[in-house]
T-cell receptor, first 117, second 114 residues
Framework: GESVGLHLPTLSVQEGDNSIINCAYS??????FIWYKQESGKGPQFIID?????DKRQGQRVTVLLNKTVKHLSLQIAATQPGDSAVYFC????????????????FGKGTKLSVIP | DADVTQTPRNRITKTGKRIMLECSQT?????MYWYRQDPGLGLRLIYY???????NKGEISDGYSVSRQAQAKFSLSLESAIPNQTALYFC?????????????FGPGTRLTVL
């Protein structure tokens, strides 16, 4: 079946540096993507989303880039802080043609980001 | 997310016991979901509900049942718990807009079945 995966399972960055977390997806019908952050002992927290009619979207210190040609998604975190240490998931879904809209997210397994003080 | 609450947060039980996990939300979303999370497997969908009268099985529904008591409440039951149901369980709500469903998660319940 279709899958969403991550290039790197772990990532260590120096505090203050920028972080880039990558995600590859294989479902060409995917048209909506979400990044979640999960801190230890907590539930996944919505960070930012992007629709397939966009190739870039910015939030507060975060930017998501979407390259549909190579089915690649990335999350960039500017000036990484210790509080950014967590596991980051990408998730994708497709609106499909049922008319009911998208409901089922397919999650990647996650990348653990460690920030070195 | 404080708008989605789960009880209990931790539970240890024995094989064969019936367990209920509860979820409440104040987001006003019609859609609600139950997932389990296991190391190395990511999040997997157990059941989902688009409204009070609509309940559907997800990818791994065997051994589980659900009840949507109200728009704001969605409970998950394990009728006869077994050790391989030891996992983290997350409830989520779904905001449906423009053909896309953005999901927001609760803090999770850590369930251990001995």
């Amino acid at each position: 079946g279709e899958s969403v995966g991550l290039h790197l399972p772990t990532l260590s960055v120096q505090e203050g540096d920028n972080s880039i977390i990558n995600c590859a997806y294989s479902n060409s019908a995917s048209d909506y993507f979400i990044w979640y952050k999960q801190e230890s002992g907590k539930g996944p927290q919505f960070i930012i989303d992007i629709r397939s009619n966009m190739d870039k979207r910015q939030g507060q210190r975060v930017t998501v880039l979407l390259n549909k040609t190579v089915k690649h998604l990335s999350l960039q975190i500017a000036a990484t802080q210790p509080g950014d240490s967590a596991v980051y998931f990408c998730a994708e879904n497709s609106s499909g043609d049922s008319g009911a809209g998208s409901y089922q997210l397919t999650f990647g397994k996650g990348t653990k980001l460690s920030v070195i003080p | 997310d404080a708008d989605v609450t789960q009880t209990p947060r931790n539970r240890i039980t024995k094989t064969g016991k019936r367990i209920m996990l509860e979820c409440s939300q104040t987001k006003g979303h019609d859609r609600m979901y139950w997932y389990r999370q296991d190391p190395g497997l990511g999040l997997r969908l157990i059941y989902y509900s688009f409204d009070v009268k609509d309940i559907n099985k997800g990818e791994i529904s065997d051994g589980y049942s659900v009840s949507r008591q109200a728009q704001a409440k969605f409970s998950l039951s394990l009728e006869s718990a077994i050790p391989n149901q030891t996992a983290l369980y997350f409830c989520a709500t779904g905001k449906y807009a423009g053909g896309f469903d953005t999901q927001y998660f609760g803090p999770g319940t850590r369930l251990t079945v001995l």
